[in-house]
């Protein structure tokens, strides 16, 4: 018996472009509507092929890497704006104007030689409801600055996410940075829970901040990930602990009020009632915490990938 060898798969290429200038990478998107590429540890993993067979991409792709207006980070009394080639070992390089809550998401992002490709371009774009920089981003208010040939649009990162991989990007936008304002003052709060400390993909996180007058919740924002098809805050509660006294929060009205913006979902990470209740533990853990001394330890506030 003798055996007909197959025909040779046909390699599957794809146009490629590192373009020097914003110009020439926004010409090369809106003509081709090439995949921009921004460190691209999400990207690779999406459309990795077969083993030895290399990424099967699903047309142009457009490296941004090298683009130089997009890796710069500006700081003014208002804002910090991060450019989307700004990678995310760079970000904690600038840990004298980088927020802390954002210092707190991205030094828990995989592994450092990963963090020396990701950028929080890639990780925002990838619109995974567990993306690790998105709850901070959402606690800031923070808007996603958007390029085309023919304008620039800004949108609040809220409003950027439609969905599970979905976003308001179009096809011949390049994301260009985020706009952060800084929040003033007050208390912190981020935690991210995963299977280990690093290298962990999140079954859930949560970023907190809180102003504090008087011992009474001036103003609050709460936003956890992975509980819901996009992050979210969780308003209902927020609004219920406007004013409030610290020390008398009435915590099953407000856990009430959380959950209802709680819909999460059975998945190879964990379970729907697993993430429903480390979320209202994490809120709750929070409201506890801005009920201790302020010089009390930050243990509780601080990134972690234990269960709260």
């Known amino acids: 018996m003798v055996d007909t060898p197959r025909p040779a798969r046909a390699a599957r290429t794809a146009e490629t472009l590192r373009p020097r200038s914003l110009e020439e990478a926004l010409e090369f998107r809106a003509r081709t509507r090439a995949v921009p590429f921004a460190g691209g540890t999400d990207l690779m993993v999406k459309y990795r092929g077969y083993t030895g067979t290399g990424m099967r991409l699903p047309g142009p792709v457009l490296f941004l890497d090298a683009v130089e207006e997009l890796r710069e980070i500006e700081v003014t009394e208002d804002r910090i704006t991060i450019g989307a080639g700004v990678t995310c070992a760079q970000m904690l390089e600038k840990d004298d104007v980088l927020p802390e ?84 003052g007050g208390r912190l709060y981020y935690r991210k829970v995963g299977t280990r400390r690093a290298n962990a993909l999140s079954k859930l996180s949560a970023a907190g901040w809180a102003r ?97």
Not at 105 to 125: C, F, H, K, W, Y
Not at 266 to 289: G, K
């Open 101 to 184: 809550l954002l210092r707190r998401a991205v030094e828990l992002i995989a592994s450092p030689a990963l963090r020396t490709r990701a950028t929080m371009a890639g990780n925002v774009a990838n619109a995974s409801p567990a993306g690790d920089t998105i709850p901070p981003l959402f606690v800031h208010e923070a808007e996603v600055v958007l390029q085309s040939p023919e304008r620039e649009r800004r949108l609040p990162v809220g409003d950027f996410l439609t969905g599970p991989g979905a976003t308001a990007l179009e096809e011949n936008e390049i994301i260009t940075g985020f706009v952060v304002p800084p929040l003033a």
């Open 212 to 308: 504090l007058e008087g011992g009474r919740i001036a103003e609050l924002r709460f936003a956890v990930g992975a509980v819901a098809p996009t992050v979210v805050r969780l308003r209902e509660a927020e609004k219920l602990l406007a004013g409030a006294e610290v020390t008398e929060i009435d915590m099953q009205a407000v856990l009430e009020a959380a959950e209802a913006s709680i819909t999460p979902i059975d998945d190879q990470r964990s379970t729907a009632a697993y993430r429903r209740q480390v979320a209202l533990n994490s809120l709750q853990e929070f409201l506890r915490m801005l009920a201790a001394p302020a010089s009390a330890p930050a243990s509780s506030a601080h990134p972690s990938s234990e269960e709260p």
